[in-house]
């Protein structure tokens, strides 16, 4: 089984002119981003638009997805986002017959279900399955809050390996709590691009799931945090924060500029989202264009 850890950005759904799923495109993308040093990649997170796809083109992406990262050589993460727990258990079946490496799995939170709720379609879709399932905690979206012990509760529940991606603000505390209730034992990831990064790192994560566009920068950075070289990985996460301080001031709006910085890097055809997403306007362009221009010089080719 493989270990799930280090960068493992979000894969962008690719769509063509006509607004279709680019299925070469989303082979092309998971190519790009093992080039540019992803550890793994994650299919249907939230910066992936999976809530605007139908099931039938979910299925049709997973298998080449799986394809593509086994062919670029490296883990494949599969998000199951369905509300109804036995669907979501009949979801982590197929995905991980699909050959899914490992499942995120994002609670139910339409009309707010309880903690004990929650928990018990966590424990419920884990049990299902034999891979690793990443529980994705993030309040920011979905509006439903989880303590910390209610999470840990699913780990001790399952002997599948719960891994967890913390994306509360601030998550630092959570990180802690859940570290402390597992003496240390939980596997814990940062999401949010990674805004958090140098705390989350000291505090004891063992990766981040930003997303695709800036792939080698994360690593550069996440590889310079392993090495102790806290100066070099701070300079280069500043570089990250000025770019994302100004295109993640909502989740459309990031999606948008992950698109097209990919498309600029040659690792999509196509940047268009399905609507309705975010549109930007020339002055919003020129602060984003004068930011990336400094970035740029960080950026492989």
Same mark, same amino acid.
């Given at each position: 089984?493989? =270990?799930?850890? *280090?960068?493992? !950005?979000?894969? !962008?759904? !690719?769509?063509?002119? $006509?607004?279709?799923?680019?299925?070469?495109?989303?082979?092309?993308?998971?190519?790009?981003?093992?080039?540019?040093?992803?550890?793994?990649?994650?299919?249907?997170?939230?910066?992936?638009?999976?809530?605007?796809?139908?099931?039938?083109?979910?299925?049709?992406?997973?298998?080449?997805?799986?394809?593509?990262?086994?062919?670029?050589?490296?883990?494949?993460?599969? $998000? #199951?986002?369905?509300?109804? =727990? @036995?669907?979501?258990?009949?979801?982590?079946? %197929?995905? %991980?017959?699909?050959?899914?490496?490992?499942?995120?799995?994002? !609670?139910?939170?339409?009309?707010?279900?309880?903690?004990?709720?929650?928990?018990?379609?966590?424990? =419920?879709?884990?049990?299902?399955?034999?891979?690793?399932?990443?529980?994705?905690? +993030?309040?920011? %979206?979905?509006?439903?809050?989880?303590?910390?012990?209610?999470?840990?509760?699913?780990?001790?529940?399952? $002997?599948?390996?719960?891994?967890?991606?913390?994306?509360?603000?601030?998550?630092?505390?959570?990180? $802690?709590?859940?570290?402390?209730?597992?003496?240390?034992? /939980?596997?814990?990831?940062?999401?949010?691009?990674?805004?958090?990064?140098?705390?989350?790192?000291?505090? *004891?994560?063992?990766?981040?799931?930003?997303?695709?566009?800036? =792939?080698? #920068?994360?690593?550069?950075?996440?590889? /310079?945090?392993?090495?102790? @070289?806290?100066?070099?990985?701070?300079?280069?996460? @500043?570089?990250?924060?000025?770019?994302? @301080?100004?295109?993640?001031?909502?989740?459309?709006?990031?999606?948008?500029?992950?698109?097209?910085?990919?498309?600029?890097?040659?690792?999509?055809?196509?940047?268009?989202?399905?609507?309705?997403?975010?549109?930007?306007?020339?002055?919003?362009?020129?602060?984003?264009?004068?930011?990336?221009?400094?970035?740029?010089?960080?950026?492989? +080719?």
């Amino acid at each position: 089984m493989k =270990t799930i850890h *280090g960068v493992c !950005p979000i894969i !962008p759904c !690719p769509f063509d002119a $006509s607004g279709r799923v680019d299925l070469a495109d989303l082979e092309r993308v998971i190519h790009w981003m093992a080039r540019h040093g992803a550890h793994a990649a994650t299919l249907f997170g939230i910066a992936g638009e999976y809530y605007k796809l139908t099931d039938a083109e979910r299925i049709q992406m997973v298998p080449v997805a799986v394809a593509a990262a086994r062919a670029a050589g490296i883990p494949l993460i599969v $998000s #199951v986002t369905d509300h109804a =727990t @036995n669907i979501a258990v009949e979801r982590a079946k %197929q995905w %991980q017959d699909l050959g899914a490496d490992c499942l995120m799995l994002l !609670p139910p939170h339409f009309l707010k279900p309880s903690a004990a709720q929650l928990v018990a379609h966590m424990t =419920t879709v884990a049990r299902a399955v034999t891979i690793p399932v990443m529980v994705q905690y +993030a309040p920011e %979206q979905t509006g439903v809050a989880i303590p910390p012990d209610a999470l840990w509760s699913v780990a001790q529940d399952c $002997s599948t390996e719960i891994i967890y991606k913390i994306e509360n603000r601030p998550p630092g505390p959570t990180i $802690s709590r859940l570290l402390a209730l597992s003496g240390g034992k /939980a596997r814990l990831f940062m999401g949010n691009a990674a805004f958090q990064m140098m705390e989350s790192h000291a505090r *004891g994560c063992v990766g981040l799931m930003p997303g695709a566009s800036m =792939t080698d #920068v994360y690593r550069r950075a996440w590889d /310079a945090l392993l090495a102790g @070289n806290r100066a070099e990985a701070l300079r280069l996460h @500043n570089l990250l924060l000025m770019v994302l @301080n100004h295109i993640r001031q909502d989740v459309e709006q990031i999606i948008h500029f992950e698109k097209r910085i990919l498309r600029r890097r040659g690792a999509l055809q196509a940047d268009g989202c399905r609507l309705p997403c975010y549109a930007s306007d020339p002055f919003f362009d020129q602060i984003f264009e004068e930011l990336y221009a400094v970035l740029a010089g960080e950026l492989a +080719a």
